[in-house]
């Protein structure tokens, strides 16, 4: 309990300061942001904690950030709105911590997964099936053009047209996702070279239709999966920031 104590007072306030005698007000939405790898691990991970408090600052919202899933219990996840799993990778999590996030969704909250949420726990069952696909591979960063298919969300509402043009690592994955997950934002394969498959070889990256971002409603709870922010530029640029934040109060209930 002490160590969980000590965490919440390290991040969750993050740099805003209360007068001692009067009591913080409660965040609309309390984020954590969980960004434990046990395969590639994206080196810009500390620029988007960073990304992520700023927008959690601005919005008066309090923010956790840990890559110690041991404290992923039901107890602890009681304190949260959204769990953010951000550019996590491959098997993170046991079985009883597996347990205590899928009743924190089925118990009406929300999961959130940034860029590499396919290439994450491809054996567990519960989350494969909220996802609805799993990463196979990518060719090298580089601008493509996005369809902006629903500009009715909160995560989308504010693209000035349907389309984007932008750079960024381009997810496929094993299937089309689309039959069980509502697509928001998917990529025109034939804008960038989906076929080129070098780290990947012998994947088929070409998929057709071809969704990036999506989210699902399988249970009483939320779960918002987007696969664009692998770049720098993608965290700094206003339209990506708009689009989480839009993510974040979609998926915590707020919109």
Same mark, same amino acid.
């Given at each position: 309990?002490?160590?969980?104590?000590?965490?919440?007072?390290?991040?969750?306030?993050?740099?805003?300061?209360?007068?001692?005698?009067?009591?913080?007000?409660?965040?609309?939405?309390?984020?954590?942001?969980?960004?434990?790898?046990?395969?590639?691990?994206?080196?810009?991970?500390?620029?988007?904690?960073?990304?992520?408090?700023?927008?959690?600052?601005?919005?008066?919202?309090?923010?956790?950030?840990?890559?110690?899933?041991?404290?992923?219990?039901? @107890?602890?996840?009681?304190?949260?709105?959204?769990?953010?799993?951000?550019?996590?990778?491959?098997?993170?999590?046991?079985?009883?911590?597996?347990?205590?996030?899928?009743?924190?969704?089925?118990?009406?909250?929300?999961?959130?997964?940034?860029?590499?949420?396919?290439?994450?726990?491809?054996?567990?069952?519960?989350?494969?099936?909220?996802?609805?696909?799993?990463?196979?591979?990518?060719?090298?960063?580089?601008?493509?053009?996005?369809?902006? @298919?629903?500009?009715?969300?909160?995560?989308?509402?504010?693209?000035?047209?349907? @389309?984007?043009?932008?750079?960024?690592?381009?997810?496929?994955?094993?299937?089309?996702?689309?039959?069980?997950?509502?697509?928001?934002?998917?990529?025109?394969?034939?804008?960038?070279?989906?076929?080129?498959?070098?780290?990947?070889?012998?994947?088929?990256?070409?998929?057709?239709?071809?969704?990036?971002?999506?989210?699902?409603?399988?249970?009483?709870?939320?779960?918002?999966?987007?696969?664009?922010?692998?770049?720098?530029?993608?965290?700094?640029?206003?339209?990506?920031?708009?689009?989480?934040?839009?993510?974040? @109060?979609?998926?915590?209930?707020?919109?």
């Amino acid at each position: 309990m002490n160590k969980i104590l000590r965490l919440l007072t390290t991040f969750s306030v993050l740099g805003a300061a209360f007068a001692a005698d009067a009591p913080a007000p409660a965040p609309k939405i309390n984020l954590l942001v969980i960004s434990k790898t046990a395969g590639y691990r994206h080196q810009v991970i500390p620029t988007a904690i960073k990304a992520l408090v700023e927008i959690a600052q601005e919005a008066k919202w309090g923010v956790t950030a840990t890559e110690d899933t041991s404290l992923v219990t039901p @107890e602890f996840l009681g304190h949260f709105d959204v769990i953010v799993f951000l550019m996590t990778t491959k098997t993170i999590f046991t079985a009883q911590e597996k347990a205590a996030i899928e009743a924190f969704v089925k118990s009406g909250k929300g999961l959130l997964t940034i860029h590499t949420g396919a290439d994450t726990e491809y054996d567990w069952p519960w989350y494969n099936r909220q996802l609805g696909a799993k990463f196979l591979g990518h060719p090298p960063a580089q601008k493509a053009r996005l369809v902006i @298919e629903d500009r009715s969300h909160p995560a989308t509402s504010f693209f000035p047209s349907a @389309e984007w043009i932008t750079t960024d690592e381009w997810y496929s994955f094993d299937r089309d996702p689309r039959p069980d997950v509502h697509v928001l934002i998917s990529v025109d394969e034939s804008t960038y070279a989906v076929d080129d498959n070098r780290w990947f070889a012998g994947v088929k990256q070409r998929m057709g239709d071809h969704p990036l971002v999506w989210y699902s409603q399988h249970e009483k709870g939320r779960v918002f999966q987007t696969a664009l922010g692998h770049t720098e530029e993608m965290w700094a640029d206003p339209l990506y920031r708009a689009h989480l934040k839009g993510a974040i @109060e979609w998926t915590a209930g707020l919109k």
